[in-house]
């Protein structure tokens, strides 16, 4: 079983998809839109874990209006 450490200082990318609940599409997506901030090390991509943490942060604070804006939610 591969467990990943929630106290290391940088994630690969499927693992800091697994710490923060998100698909590994998403992590990547936002890594290319240069909302999450990458580091390559040889071939790895890495993420630091504080800028992760800062991406999470960042993202809009769930609320009616959100909810309204999210593609998902409006009607076909």
Known sequence: MNTVQNDA??????????VSGMGRSTVYNAISAGELKARKLGKRTVV????????LAGAPIYSAETKADCPANRAA
């Open 9 to 18: 200082v940088a994630y690969s990318v499927a693992d800091a998809a697994r």
């Open 48 to 55: 630091l874990r504080t800028d992760l943490e800062e991406w």
